[in-house]
């Protein structure tokens, strides 16, 4: 897998400081944990069935997109598609999508939690700082 192959003890990086598309989404959603690229892949090694999942569009996604995430983009995100993607009400979910404004991920978000979950976890730079750490992606 491509994600294991990176190092967990990368340097945390001030992507997040320096994007000012990132400054005009908030800093944190009350439903989730936000978290970084280093994060998600400290997620990915340790919490078993986590499920990442692409709030894009799938043009976006088949451009590009995070190993094993999967695209379900924010008109089609309700109760239903969350439990395809999911064992129980306790399962851990990742969103993210492009990560400039981060609507369709915080809005998934939302989603999310009204439908009972709650190891929600918000990426909120997304693919976007995930492809600037120059960090293994797939296309299709």
């Avoid at 090694?45 to 379900?72: A, C, M, T, W, Y």
Wanted: charge should be negative.
């Amino acid at each position: 897998m491509l994600i294991c192959a990176i190092f967990v003890s990368a340097a945390p990086s001030a992507f997040a400081e320096q994007n000012t598309l990132l400054k005009r989404s908030p800093q944190a959603l009350p439903v989730a944990i936000t978290i970084d690229a280093e994060n998600l892949i400290e997620l990915y090694q340790s919490v078993p069935q986590l499920r990442i999942v692409d709030s894009r569009h799938p043009q976006d996604h088949g451009q590009g997109h995070i190993e094993k995430s999967f695209n379900l983009p924010l008109e089609d995100t309700d109760c239903a598609a969350l439990a395809r993607l999911a064992d129980s009400k306790d399962q851990s979910f990742v969103f993210y999508c492009n990560g400039n404004d981060a609507d369709a991920s915080m809005a998934a978000i939302q989603i999310a939690s009204d439908c009972g979950y709650r190891r929600l976890f918000w990426f909120r730079g997304g693919f976007v700082e995930w492809e600037d750490k120059d960090y293994p992606y797939l296309i299709e």
